[in-house]
């Protein structure tokens, strides 16, 4: 038993304040931890430490509690609490945990004064799908495939071996979705996340040639209008993917610059030479041109204003409820330069100047804390603390015989691309990793993260998770 603070309703009077703001924050006690004859709030207004006396408001059922008021100074206002016992020990206790050494700021508890998430979001269940891989409609039929697509029919085995891993394309369609979306809202599911539905030449579609129109082969602009329009009528969100890190070659912007060192797209992406032909990818994928946020056109056109992509999709006659970014941890990154919270936050402002009530989240693989503050992102779809965690203490390390990309036969456990393989957790490391990679995210942001067992980009959970 440990004194204990969060985020929640019972420890923090307003969760959403503003500037200026007096709050009230709450510590509850053990009556076993022993005697404390002084508990002290210190709060880091302009980086400056601040002190506040917390008051005793007595005890019950085995809790003493305190209650310190602390005004919001800052966007992000941290804060902690030191607990002065009877023979002059101090402990501090903040997001980091409880120590009898002082503590970093960045492991505060923090109030976040700006960038509310919509009300909506405090009671989601999210339903994820995969438009090629959910649901067909019989409009599908009369679909030509396109060029790049290897058909396959609905029951047939998936190709994991390129390029049939990313080019075998089932026909799921944007109307067999909402045929569909009955069973969604069945299990609970109050918002809709699926990846992206611009057209591409892959299944995924995180390489678009274009943003201001649906793939045709998803039943184009139409079907996503009425699988909006089929969710709304039933209480269900639906959140959007983009890729604001890197387009696809076939894109009309890339193709204009490819080549033309006079094209006003070219400062869209890093080019390495004067011929525009060597260019910057995503990691090593030749088919994903990295995007220069530098360039202000391409803000304008993308991220900036009712007019850009992030607004076409937000306003009538769509009126989607929300992003998720793809790739959000590297967005506007590149060695020296660093342009991510520029960009993070002009996509933010453009959805707010639209309608407050939507919801953005980012992607990122790793340590997500330096980005997840609370000025643009309301939350992430992160690996590390939750997801990897409990793959380590839940799965079993199968070694199941599979293909993999380049077709050669292995019986290595996948384990998120870590080439060290899956660590054996029990439930106290699970437990010290998942606090471990929030003691940095304010409770708030950490409310809109998704803790996801797996996701499209993983193994299946249910294949390796621990029979008993």
Do not use: C
């Not at 611009?198 to 649906?214: I, L």
């Not at 204009?256 to 070219?266: K, Q, S, T, V």
């Not at 995503?282 to 056109?297: G, I, Q, V």
């Not at 204003?305 to 793809?326: E, F, M, N």
């Amino acid at each position: 038993m440990r004194p204990h603070h969060d985020g929640s309703p019972l420890y923090v009077s307003n969760p959403a304040p503003s500037l200026g703001d007096d709050v009230v924050v709450r510590l509850r006690v053990p009556s076993g931890y022993g005697p404390v004859e002084r508990v002290v709030v210190r709060s880091n207004p302009d980086h400056e430490p601040a002190w506040v006396d917390a008051v005793s408001d007595g005890a019950a059922d085995g809790w003493e509690w305190w209650s310190a008021v602390i005004r919001v100074a800052n966007p992000r206002h941290g804060y902690r609490f030191h607990l002065v016992r009877a023979d002059g020990r101090v402990e501090i206790l903040n997001q980091g945990g409880l120590g009898d050494i002082d503590a970093l700021d960045g492991q505060d508890f923090a109030l976040v004064a700006h960038n509310p998430p919509p009300a909506w979001l405090d009671d989601t269940i999210l339903y994820q799908i995969f438009p090629d891989r959910f649901a067909r409609s019989a409009a599908a039929d009369a679909r030509t495939a396109p060029d790049w697509a290897i058909p396959a029919a609905w029951n047939e085995p998936l190709d994991p071996v390129h390029p049939g891993r990313s080019r075998q394309l089932y026909g799921g369609d944007l109307d067999g979705a909402t045929e569909r979306l009955d069973h969604v809202a069945d299990l609970g599911a109050t918002a809709l996340y699926h990846t992206p539905i611009f057209p591409a030449e892959s299944n995924h579609r995180y390489d678009a040639s274009r943003f201001d129109t649906v793939d045709p082969v998803l039943g184009g602009d139409d079907a996503y209008r009425r699988l909006i329009e089929a969710a709304h009528a039933r209480g269900i969100h639906v959140i959007g993917d983009l890729t604001t890190n890197h387009s696809g070659i076939a894109h009309e912007w890339f193709r204009a610059a490819y080549g033309d060192p006079d094209a006003p797209e070219g400062a869209f992406y890093y080019f390495h030479d004067d011929a525009h032909t060597d260019y910057e990818t995503w990691l090593d994928a030749d088919t994903l041109p990295k995007f220069a946020w530098s360039s202000d056109e391409l803000r304008r056109r993308f991220i900036d204003g009712p007019d850009s992509v992030v607004g076409r999709w937000l306003r009538p006659p769509y009126g989607i409820d929300g992003w998720r970014i793809d790739v959000a941890n590297m967005t506007g990154r590149l060695g020296a330069e660093d342009r991510n919270a520029e960009v993070r936050q002009t996509l933010r402002r453009t959805m707010t100047d639209i309608r407050e009530d939507t919801l953005l989240l980012a992607e990122s693989t790793n340590d997500a804390a330096t980005d997840l503050q609370g000025d643009a992102w309301h939350g992430g779809m992160t690996y590390p603390a939750f997801t990897r965690g409990v793959w380590a203490w839940l799965a079993d390390p199968r070694r199941i015989p599979h293909h993999g990309f380049d077709g050669e036969e292995t019986d290595e456990m996948w384990f998120f691309g870590l080439p060290t393989g899956m660590p054996r957790y029990d439930a106290r490391q699970f437990v010290a990793q998942y606090e471990r990679f929030t003691s940095q995210i304010p409770w708030r942001v950490q409310r809109g993260t998704m803790s996801a067992l797996d996701t499209h980009d993983t193994a299946r959970f249910a294949t390796y998770a621990s029979p008993g």
